[in-house]
């Protein structure tokens, strides 16, 4: 498959778009399954992600947080669901919370819209994150992605590497 | 600006408010020269953003590769049974 795609369709949005070679039914458990999605969302090396938790319907709430035990580490996203179209769409508020990483994504939630779409077994993902205000955007793009997130990743690359 | 407007088929005011974006994103600079307001681009910041562009890109990737185990593992599972 490509490797995902990263646009800004406005101001205030980011849109990241990829294809899984799966039918929309298991992108769908991957994402709406709290033990499948913390094996492959942040799971990463030293990182592990103690809470997983959401309720997926209109107003659930949701509760993600990663650790990493050696730095002693910690951070995380809260938010509700705003609405749920089995196989198709989720969207969700989101609030960062810091916890001891720091860094700022803005004061407002962001409202993060996820499409599912199948084609010949093909499920096309496309996840539009909106603050609110391009301020917001920037800080979040600024800090968040680039401070202990980046690192992270890096880390999961090199070990993508050695697999 | 009157060379833009020969390559697209765009008019005068819409290119001009085009490039008034631009220019407040610090991706091009304008001098005067006599009636002319030539156009630079900037690239350092050009490359800015799709620096930042990548970076998204790449944190994404990382979790999407792991995603990508995990169904053709789901997609094997489903067979079995």
Same mark, same amino acid.
């Given at each position: ?24 039914? =298991? +992108? ?7 033990? =499948? ?13 103690? +809470? ?38 989720? +969207? ?48 979040? =793009? ?22 | 600006?009157?060379?833009?407007? $020969? ?18 994103? $610090?991706?091009?600079?304008?001098? /005067? @020269? ?5 156009? /630079?681009? @900037?690239?350092?910041?050009? /490359?800015?953003?799709?620096?930042? *562009? ?15 185990? *995990? ?7 489903? /067979?079995?049974?």
């Amino acid at each position: 498959m490509k490797p995902a795609e990263a646009s800004l369709p406005s101001d205030t949005e980011v849109q990241v778009k990829r294809s899984f070679d799966a039918p929309v039914k =298991l +992108v769908w458990r991957a994402y709406v399954e709290p033990d =499948l999605m913390r094996r492959w969302c942040g799971g990463l090396p030293g990182w592990s992600m103690p +809470v997983c938790e959401m309720e997926m319907r209109v107003g659930g709430k949701y509760r993600w947080r990663w650790r990493n035990e050696e730095q002693g580490q910690e951070f995380g996203f809260t938010g509700e669901v705003l609405e749920v179209i089995p196989h198709a769409k989720i +969207v969700h508020t989101q609030i960062y919370d810091a916890g001891t990483l720091g860094g700022c994504m803005g004061s407002e939630p962001s409202i993060i819209t996820v499409t599912f779409q199948e084609i010949s077994g093909i499920t096309n993902v496309s996840t539009t994150i909106k603050y609110a205000s391009k301020a917001d955007r920037d800080e979040a =793009l600024a800090t968040g992605m680039t401070d202990g997130m980046e690192m992270s990743y890096k880390q999961l690359d090199a070990a993508l590497g050695e697999m | 600006m009157s060379d833009l407007v $020969g390559h697209f088929s765009l008019t005068q005011p819409t290119i001009s408010s085009h490039l008034k974006v631009l220019e407040s994103a $610090g991706l091009i600079s304008r001098r /005067k @020269v006599a009636q002319l307001r030539p156009c /630079k681009l @900037v690239p350092e910041r050009l /490359k800015s953003v799709t620096d930042w *562009l990548e970076q998204v890109q790449e944190i994404w990737e990382g979790n999407y590769k792991r995603l990508d185990a *995990l169904l053709a593992e789901l997609k094997q599972a489903e /067979k079995q049974e």
